[in-house]
């Protein structure tokens, strides 16, 4: 069975602190693909990364970055110096797959709220 | 601007009524997804479709329907069968071609409430 685990329900610090958002996922597929989607109070789901599984190379875009690791099954985000501007809700999701190999529906992780404090 | 458009923001429902929330895209996408979110469940699929007037049942479909005439085009009907359908409702939209990224854009939601 697929699944996407993300433990933190909710995290709160203080602005400029670092803060790092797990995701553990679980897969049979050996082709998968893996998301990260910011949440904001307005609800719309904004993309940030999209990573396949033979891509394992972490990924930095400004204040992000990501952590993949096969190994270990995880693709955790990073906020480094972190802005009240993030305070948003963040999924992780996981292309489903079929006999086919990954399709493009997404398995959704509960998401973890981050709160960053002024 | 290209994007997702999802109305009316806010709907509210008697208890027996059906009520369609209406989702359109502009990106040219094959692909159209629509999503219920509740409180600490994140995203779960209610139907989606590859193509048009071709759809398929997600992980949560009963007391709901869809219909796809248009490519831009994938309305939600919430019917009186849908037991609780108060919840968050998101609609998206991706490729369908694996090369082009699958990455699914959202639009900004409705929020239905029954009263």
């Known amino acids: 069975a697929q699944k996407v685990t993300q433990a933190q329900t909710e995290i709160s610090v203080v602005e400029k602190e670092d803060v790092t958002l797990d995701c553990v996922y679980e897969t049979r597929d050996t082709t998968y693909y893996l998301f990260w989607y910011k949440q904001p109070p307005s609800g719309e789901l904004v993309f940030l990364i999209r990573r396949n599984s033979f891509d394992e190379q972490n990924e930095i875009s400004g204040r992000y970055s990501w952590n993949f690791q096969k190994s270990t099954s995880s693709f955790n985000f990073t906020i480094t110096a972190s802005q009240v501007v993030d305070s948003a809700v963040y999924f992780c999701a996981l292309s489903e797959s079929s006999w086919g190999g990954a399709t493009n529906k997404l398995i959704f992780g509960t998401g973890t709220l981050l709160a960053v404090q002024p | 601007d290209g994007g997702i458009t999802q109305s009316p923001k806010y709907l509210f429902r008697k208890e027996g009524q059906n009520v369609t929330l209406s989702c359109e895209q502009n990106?040219?996408?094959?692909?159209m997804y629509w999503y219920r979110q509740d409180p600490g469940q994140g995203l779960r699929l209610i139907y989606y479709?590859?193509?048009?007037?071709?759809?398929q049942k997600g992980d949560i479909a009963e007391g709901y329907s869809v219909s796809r005439e248009k490519k831009e085009s994938f309305p939600l009907t919430v019917t009186s069968a849908q037991k609780n359908p108060t919840a968050f409702y998101l609609c998206?939209?991706?490729?369908?071609?694996?090369?082009?990224?699958?990455?699914?854009?959202f639009g900004q939601g409705t929020r239905l409430t029954v009263v």
């Open positions: 479709s590859q193509i048009v007037n071709d759809f």
């Open positions: 998206a939209s991706s490729t369908i071609y694996e090369g082009a990224g699958w990455i699914a854009f």
């Open positions: 990106l040219n996408h094959d692909a």
